[in-house]
């Protein structure tokens, strides 16, 4: 019965190990060749896998005997020569097609390997880990390559490409690190995703001007990457700063770490700047609306990501990756994508605006350094908790400090994923990104403004402490700009100032205090007694705001307060800060939070004011071509500027149209745009559109 047993193995293996060749035949060095029969009218044969395999040097002969007589060896089958331990390579005038990993992982291949003129195809991961191969020469024509088939070989030095080639395939020289430089024919019109990526030892990159389709980004991580650039001519690619952008759509395909990216670009493309050896994030222009898979992927900056609110749409895994330190996500995003800052090791913290109702799977996963996380929806996000391994917050240490919205505490603390974190703490009373506009009365007459913004959190003697930036532009003497950081931090609703010559807190506001209650306020060694005269209410776009009537002895900061915002004529008491000086400041203008504009509180239009400080718009500067009937209700009529694109914007400067302006008294439909402020560019040339309905 053992026997028996034993003779059944023996037959099935046997079976498993017959290779599917029709005869044997030799090289003129003794190496087997096993070959199988294509054609038998034209005598025709491919070369097989079979064992014991070749070694040494291969020269494969153009004929073979065997099989009844003489044929010619027209074909490299898939896996013929794979693994094994041939040393050099001659592949005969004969053959019109090498197979799938024809020679995959001949790691004793070295020198040059010459593809003859006669090969019309080269299959999948032909060549692919072949790294003692330093050269290789390819067909003078258009060959279809497979994908990856020279991934991963020891190709050193300068590559040039044949004439004739069209078409780059998918990772065909992948990883190639010995590789200084490549020479792409003007014959090329496609150049599929990674084709070059990980050839890290390449400096400049040029296209030529037949390049008509760039997947992906054939470069990708590429670090050392300095320059790249298109040739004129291109129909649908440019660079400009170190970008290749494709012109129909503005978005940038392929960046380096020396790009600046130019206005007007509308999206980042996939891989764009992946592993390109960024040391820090390039500014996103206005214009930016969309970021790509994999955009910024491992950027190495070492500082703070603020995404503008002009991006509408981040796609998973954009910032995989970065080490950046902290994260502050625009107000225009409603859903953090699938793994966005996955294995960001280096965040610390993250802020989440209001508009988040959605976080994905994995979004944060492996960010094991965060230790702050500001959630400014009310309503807990949802997040991915179901399972453990998908967790949006997947390996984030439970003991980060979750800040989150007043009033939202025990939200929090009951929601799925959200109630994990054991430090869940309410946020103050001012949402970061806060930003008040007050009226500055000069001397010479003159309105300018003072512009305060929540712009960051730091610790003052153990205090969670918000960073203030105030400026005041003046006017009375030359035109010049002051800048200051005052820090406040909030608790029982109550504002706390930092008295910088006290080196302590007093209290600047008791947002809690009823009629008949006391607080002081000192500013240096001065001290202002603040008295409740009264209390009432007031209404702005919805929102209705408590308001406190104070007053002082010396009538410094004597008004109205509005409960969670400010006083309603100075958000600091600037009229005992500012005595001898010439200039006063003299009401609230327009409050801002979450890019939105909540109070307003004259005729005149905040979101002007909003986009001159953000956007720079000189008004006496930037109406350079006349824009008629302004205001206007649909059609608009352009005159006095050369033909260009044009683009408009909002005053958030999101861009909500563009198109081809061809010359004078050209019109333009807006009347798909609601009533508001706008921005008109043509040529670097701003004129700002008011639509009335």
């Known amino acids: 019965m053992k026997k028996q047993l034993l003779l059944i193995i023996m037959t099935v293996l046997t079976i498993n190990t ?305 080490r950046f330190s902290t994260v502050t996500l625009p107000r225009s995003m409603d859903t953090i994508p699938y793994r966005l800052f996955a294995m960001c090791q280096w965040m610390g913290e993250v802020t989440i605006p209001e508009s988040v109702s959605y976080i994905d799977r994995l979004a944060f996963s492996w960010c094991t350094k965060l230790k702050k996380i500001y959630v400014y929806n009310p309503v807990p996000p949802v997040v991915n908790a179901e399972q453990a391994y998908y967790h949006s917050f997947d390996l984030v240490p439970r003991s980060a400090t979750l800040f989150v919205p007043q009033g939202s505490l025990s939200a929090y603390q009951n929601a799925p994923g959200w109630n994990e974190f054991s430090n869940i703490v309410e946020m103050g009373i001012f949402p970061i990104g806060t930003e008040w506009y007050y009226e500055i009365q000069n001397e010479n007459g003159s309105v300018t403004y003072q512009h305060l913004e929540y712009v960051a959190d730091t610790t003052v003697q153990d205090e969670p402490t918000h960073i203030l930036v105030r400026i005041n532009t003046l006017y009375d003497k030359n035109p010049h700009e002051e800048k200051s950081n005052e820090y406040i931090y909030e608790r029982d609703n109550k504002v706390y100032w930092w008295n910088k010559t006290l080196g302590e807190f007093t209290m600047l506001y008791d947002f809690a205090a009823q009629v008949g209650d006391e607080w002081e306020i000192q500013v240096g060694t001065e001290r202002l007694p603040m008295h409740v005269d009264g209390e009432g209410a007031v209404e702005y776009n919805g929102h209705t705001y408590r308001t406190l009537m104070v007053s002082d002895p010396q009538d410094l900061f004597s008004g109205t307060i509005l409960c969670g915002i400010g006083h309603a004529t100075s958000f600091f008491p600037e009229r005992l800060m500012t005595k001898g000086d010439d200039y006063r400041v003299e009401g609230m203008r327009c409050v801002w939070q979450y890019g939105q504009l909540i109070i307003q509180t004259t005729e005149t239009a905040c979101d002007e004011v909003y986009f001159n400080f953000h956007y720079d718009v000189d008004e006496t500067t930037a109406e350079r071509f006349q824009v008629y009937p302004n205001p206007t209700s649909g059609l608009i009529t352009i005159s006095d500027t050369q033909p260009g694109e044009y683009r408009i914007t909002n005053t958030m400067g999101q861009t909500l149209m563009t198109g081809h302006f061809g010359g004078e008294n050209q019109q333009i439909d807006v009347s798909q745009l609601s009533e508001g402020m706008y921005f008109i560019t043509i040529d670097g040339k701003t004129t700002k559109l008011i639509i009335n309905r």
């Open 18 to 322: 017959v290779k599917a060749y029709d005869f044997l035949s030799m090289t003129q060095a003794g190496q087997y060749l096993y070959c199988t029969i294509l054609d038998q009218d034209k005598r025709l044969v491919g070369l097989e896998q079979g064992y014991p395999m070749p070694t040494g040097d291969l020269v494969i002969p153009e004929t073979v005997m065997g099989g009844g007589g003489v044929w010619t060896v027209s074909e490299i089958l898939d896996d013929a020569f794979r693994e094994c331990s041939i040393t050099s390579l001659v592949i005969p005038n004969t053959v019109t097609a090498i197979g799938n990993r024809a020679f995959y992982h001949c790691t004793s291949l070295s020198g040059t390997v010459v593809i003859p003129n006669s090969v019309n195809t080269v299959g999948y991961t032909a060549f692919c880990r072949c790294d003692r191969m330093t050269e290789v020469v390819l067909p003078e024509k258009d060959v279809t390559y497979g994908n990856e088939c020279f991934m991963t070989t020891g190709l050193t030095g300068t590559l040039v490409l044949p004439e004739g080639l069209t078409v780059v395939s998918n990772s065909m020289f992948r990883n190639n690190g010995k590789l200084t430089n490549i020479v792409i024919p003007n014959t090329v019109t496609t150049i599929m995703g990674d084709a070059f990526s990980s050839c890290d030892k390449l400096e400049t990159v040029q296209l030529p001007s037949s390049v008509t389709t760039i997947e992906g980004n054939p470069f990708n991580s590429c670090e050392k990457i300095e320059s790249v650039t298109v040739e004129e001519g291109n129909a649908v690619y440019g660079s400009e700063n170190n970008c290749v952008i494709n012109q129909l759509t503005h978005t940038v395909v392929i960046g380096c770490k020396n790009s600046v990216i130019p206005e007007g670009v509308a999206a980042i493309g996939p891989y764009a700047f992946g592993q390109c050896g960024l040391t820090h994030m390039p500014d996103l222009p206005s214009s930016v609306t969309a970021i790509g898979t994999h955009a910024f992927m491992s950027c190495n900056d070492p500082g703070s990501l603020v995404i503008p609110e002009t991006v509408t749409d981040i796609a998973p895994e954009a910032f995989i990756y970065g």
